[in-house]
C-alpha cells in the first residue's frame, strides 16, 4: 500500500501538504468554485476541471494530456466513479462514517482515505501502488473537497 499523510497549509488556507513519512512530496490547493484547483505530487502537476454543477464531472490534466474523468453517481448514496487509463475504480464515504472513504475496485476494497488528528484536519490515505500519481493525487483532492462541502465531518 501508497501511505500519504495530509495536513492544512494553515489555519485558514485552501491547500494541504502531502507526505510520505517525514517527507513532503507535493501539495493540492482547490477552488470551491471550481476553478484554479491543482496538484502536485512525486513532482508531477496536475489540474483539475470541474464540469457544470448539474452535471457532477471532473477532468484531469497534466498538460494537453487528459489523466483520468471522474462523475459522481446518485444522490443520495455518493459514489464517484474514477477512468483512467488502466481501468475504473469507485471512491464512496463508508457507511458509518462520512470521515471514512472507501476504493473499490469491482466489488473489493483496495484501499482507504480518512481523517485523522484534532478535529479531523489531517488525514492518511491507503492506497494501491498500482495506481498512477494523478489518480492518487485526485482521490486525495475530492475527498478533501467532499469533507469540506459536506461541512467538515471529515478533513476541515
Partial sequence: MNEILFAPQGLMASGYD???GETKIGRL???IFGSGSSFLIDDESFQ???GEMWERTFTVSQGSRK???ACVEGILTWKLNVTYDDGT???RPARW???EMHVWNDDTEVGRIEASGFWGRKGRSQLPESLPPGVTGFLIWVTVLHWRQAGGGGGE
Fill in 29 to 31: 490547493t482547490y477552488s
Fill in 18 to 20: 502531502l507526505f510520505r
Fill in 89 to 91: 475504480i469507485a471512491l
Fill in 67 to 69: 489523466v483520468l474523468k
Fill in 97 to 99: 462514517s462520512n470521515s
Fill in 48 to 50: 483539475v476541471e470541474e
